[in-house]
């Protein structure tokens, strides 16, 4: 699902709701959304998310451009 894609089903709902997480898709734990982060890339291929661009505050929180995932597709994590 893209950023477009969640906006627009969003539109339906209360706009003043709680947006909760699903930890699986059958429900065994839920926690409310606590940030969005969208400097991040995705590799479905490996699972693996991280770092799509080294910027200021992330090099001074000390990381570094090896921390940054050269595959994967650009993505927006929603984080618990």
Same mark, same amino acid.
């Given at each position: 699902? $893209?950023?477009?894609?969640?906006?627009?089903?969003?539109?339906?709902?209360?706009?003043d !709701?709680?947006? #909760?997480?699903?930890?699986?898709?059958?429900?065994?734990?839920?926690?409310?959304?606590?940030? #969005?982060?969208?400097n991040?890339?995705?590799?479905?291929? +490996?699972?693996?998310?991280?770092?799509?661009?080294? $910027?200021?505050?992330?090099? !001074? !929180?000390?990381? +570094?451009?090896?921390? #940054?995932?050269?595959?994967?597709?650009? !993505? #927006?994590?929603?984080?618990?």
């Open positions: 699902m $893209t950023v477009k894609e969640l906006r627009e089903k969003l539109l339906d709902y209360d706009q !709701a709680l947006v #909760v997480l699903s930890s699986d898709p059958e429900g065994n734990s839920f926690n409310a959304l606590g940030d #969005v982060e969208g991040s890339k995705y590799d479905h291929s +490996s699972g693996r998310c991280g770092i799509a661009e080294l $910027t200021g505050p992330l090099e !001074a !929180a000390g990381y +570094s451009n090896e921390d #940054v995932m050269s595959t994967g597709k650009k !993505a #927006v994590v929603l984080w618990p």
